[in-house]
């Protein structure tokens, strides 16, 4: 059965910064690149383990979306980008672009409704399909062909396999119930 690798890329790029914000790595020019350097190795471990024969990167767009035309306070508590990681997303984007993995962005869509919309229309065609990313909001679209790849925490394991019954275990719901567990508890 063709797999199909769907990567969150904002996600990864976050948890990349944040996880080398404190080495603050340097080209030799002087180029801030730790954030590239950790999303560069998170694409090089999920390719080398899992070889993925299709894969897309898709990132959300500074346009708002469709949510902010519905509710001005849409994300209104959510820290502003930060200034340091704008280049190093220019070299992220440029890094998929050398290493022929395609990306994709929607103006007025999050990411993750891209993702979401792509792995239920490639799963009713038959195809597995792997969401790479660290956002639970992820978990209600798990079922017997999408599951959900998260960074791990655990020392020695790049990632953390998310089925229906993870989904279960962790939430005490099925996956088409989370988004109301998310819901209540905000």
Do not use: W
Not at 108 to 119: K, L
Not at 161 to 175: H, M, N, R, S
């Amino acid at each position: 059965m063709p797999r199909l690798y769907l990567i969150d890329g904002m996600s990864l790029v976050f948890r990349a910064y944040h996880a080398m914000a404190a080495s603050a790595l340097r080209s030799a020019s002087g180029e801030l690149t730790s954030a590239v350097f950790g999303f560069a190795n998170i694409i090089t471990s999920l390719i080398d383990r899992e070889k993925p024969e299709y894969m897309a990167v898709v990132f959300d767009t500074q346009r708002p979306t469709f949510r902010h035309e519905m509710y001005e306070a849409y994300k209104a508590n959510r820290a502003a980008f930060p200034d340091d990681l704008v280049p190093q997303l220019a070299r992220i984007k440029e890094l998929l672009d050398l290493l022929s993995i395609p990306r994709a962005e929607m103006p007025g869509f999050e990411a993750d409704d891209v993702i979401g919309a792509m792995a239920k229309r490639t799963a009713a065609l038959g195809c597995e399909v792997v969401c790479v990313t660290s956002d639970k909001d992820y978990y209600q679209l798990v079922d017997s062909n999408i599951s959900l790849y998260k960074p791990s925490r655990a020392p020695g394991k790049d990632f953390d396999i998310v089925t229906p019954a993870e989904v279960l275990d962790k939430f005490g719901v099925a996956p088409d119930q989370v988004i109301d567990v998310l819901a209540i508890i905000g």
